[in-house]
T-cell receptor, first 110, second 115 residues
């Protein structure tokens, strides 16, 4: 079983729509959680950290469910510029590596 | 931009050859991690260097090796290249200690094609 699994999509949504997707992780001891954004042929960039209480950054909301071992990302009022691959990332205690999912592709159309 | 730079940006090699990729970390960062990203996949951890020592390694064979220099820049070397080594190679720098959890900032990557 992969450490981090994501629905690859693609999610094709119109501008202004809301889109949400999940990621599951296998290690119950996982400590830190992140969403990274990756544009085509570019490097991943940190979008937001995910906290146990859930957190919001503008139009983006991230949730963590430790009991079910998944995290989610919701994008409200989608913009064309939100088109990208969203990578779910987890770390484990005393671990030095980021464990990435394969990514969820979102395409926002005009 | 993150301040992490990588060279070269693109590279074409043939099977069996050797390649060296370079990474300059963000100013003040002492830790460099290397990742391999195959097409359609997420980045996979290769190894990390902290203060010139290897600080952890992923599931990659010994022909993947690295170095970190006193200025914290780093090299990734791959010997006996195979077709499956074709990928985007990313380095990420952070200000860290062993087992640290500090944010990692990625460079633009080196795109390697093995023919």
């Amino acid at each position: 079983r992969k450490e981090v699994e994501q629905d690859p999509g693609p999610f094709n949504v119109p501008e202004g729509a809301t889109v949400a997707f999940n990621c599951t992780y296998s290690n119950s001891a996982s400590q830190s959680f992140f969403w990274y954004r990756q544009d085509c042929r570019k490097e991943p960039k940190l979008l937001m950290s995910v906290y146990s209480s859930g957190n919001e950054d503008g139009r983006f909301t991230a949730q963590l469910n430790r009991a079910s071992q998944y995290i989610s990302l919701l994008i409200r009022d989608s913009k064309l510029s939100d088109s990208a691959t969203y990578l779910c990332v987890v770390t484990s205690p005393n671990d030095y590596k980021l464990s990435f999912g394969a990514g969820t592709t979102v395409t926002v159309r005009a | 931009e993150t301040g992490v730079t990588q060279s070269p940006t693109h590279l074409i090699k043939t099977r069996g050859q050797q390649v060296t990729l370079r990474c300059s970390s963000q100013s003040g960062h002492n830790t460099v991690s290397w990742y391999q990203q195959a097409l359609g996949q997420g980045p996979q951890f290769i190894f990390q260097y902290y203060r010139e020592e290897e600080n952890g390694r992923g599931n990659f064979p010994p022909r993947f090796s690295g170095l970190q220099f006193p200025n914290y820049s780093s090299e990734l070397n791959v010997n006996a290249l195979e077709l499956d080594d074709s990928a985007l190679y990313l380095c990420a720098s952070s200000l860290d200690g062993p087992g640290g959890q500090e944010t990692q900032y990625f460079g633009p990557g080196t795109r390697l094609l093995v023919l």
